[in-house]
C-alpha cells in the first residue's frame, strides 16, 4: 500500500501533536513536530546571548544559523523522539514558558524558516510522515494528500496549555499564559513569511468541543480513505 503525506496546522495548543502522534503510531508514519525546531532555534539564541531583556538580535542568529544541528533521537524509555540541539537533549527546556514566550520573533525570519523547512522536506522525502506545524500543508508539503486545519477557541487553547504547564510542575500564571497563546497567534498569523492560514484543500476541524477519540476517528477515516486510494 503506498504512503501519503499528512500535514497538521494550526494555532499553537489546538492539540496538533496529541492527534499527529496517535495518526502516526496508528499508521505506523514518522512523526515530526515541526515546532520543536522552531523552539530549538530559538533555545539555541537564548544559550548565545542573542535574545537579551527580550530583545532578538536577529543578525548574529542569522550568521549563527550554520551553527545549529537540529535531530529528533529515540530516547531509551521515552515513546517519542527528542529534540537534540548539536548533541544536547534539549526536549525539556523547549517546553517551557521562557521559549514559548521567545519563540514567535524567532519563526518569523526568513532565513530560520528556510533552513527548518528544507530539514522539513528532507525528512519526508519518503512520505509516510504526520508532520504538524503552522505552514506544514501552505509551504512545506503543499502537495500533501491529506491537509487538517485544527482550531479552537483562545480560552479554551489556554486553558489546556496552563494545566499541561502546571501538570509539569512549571509555576505559572493562567492570565500570563492567555497573553503568549494570544501574542502568538497574532504573530504567526500575521507575519510576512508563511503565515499561518488554511491551506488550500484542507479540512477544518474546530475541537474546542470534540474529544480526541471523535477527532482522532474523523481524521483517521480521511486518511484511510485516501490511502487506499492511492
Ligand atoms: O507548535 P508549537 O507551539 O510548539 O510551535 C512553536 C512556535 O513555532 C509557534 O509559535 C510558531 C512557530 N512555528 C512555525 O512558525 N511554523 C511551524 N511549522 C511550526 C511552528
Known amino acids: 500500500m503506498k504512503k501519503i503525506t499528512i500535514a497538521i496546522d494550526g494555532y499553537s495548543s489546538t492539540g496538533k501533536s496529541t492527534i499527529a502522534k496517535k495518526l502516526a503510531k496508528s499508521l505506523g508514519y514518522i512523526y515530526v513536530d515541526s515546532g520543536a525546531m522552531y523552539r530549538g532555534v530559538t533555545y539555541f539564541a537564548m544559550q548565545q546571548g542573542f535574545i537579551k531583556d527580550g530583545i532578538l538580535d536577529k543578525t548574529s542568529l542569522v550568521n549563527a544559523l550554520d551553527q545549529i544541528d537540529l535531530q529528533f533521537k529515540f530516547v531509551a524509555g521515552l515513546p517519542d523522539a527528542a529534540m537534540f540541539l548539536n548533541g544536547e537533549n534539549i ?6 514558558l521562557a521559549v514559548s514566550q521567545q519563540v514567535s520573533p524567532v519563526a518569523a525570519i526568513p532565513e530560520v524558516r528556510e533552513k527548518l523547512v528544507a530539514l522539513q522536506q528532507a525528512m519526508g522525502v519518503q512520505k509516510g510522515v504526520v508532520m504538524d506545524g ?21 480560552d479554551t487553547r489556554a486553558y489546556r496549555r496552563y494545566k499541561e504547564l502546571i501538570d509539569k510542575g512549571d509555576k505559572v500564571d493562567f492570565d500570563a499564559v492567555l497573553k503568549n497563546v494570544q501574542e502568538r497567534d497574532y504573530i504567526d498569523s500575521h507575519r510576512a513569511t508563511s503565515p499561518l492560514k488554511k491551506a488550500e484543500g484542507a479540512i477544518e476541524i474546530d475541537n474546542s468541543d470534540m474529544g480526541l477519540e471523535e477527532q ?7 486518511a484511510n480513505a485516501l490511502i487506499e486510494r492511492s
Open 91 to 96: 526536549e525539556a527546556p523547549i517546553r517551557t
Open 134 to 154: 503552522r505552514d506544514i500543508g501552505t509551504v512545506v508539503f503543499p502537495e500533501a494528500e491529506l491537509k487538517i486545519y485544527l482550531t479552537a477557541s483562545a
Open 216 to 222: 482522532f476517528e474523523r481524521i483517521l477515516s480521511h
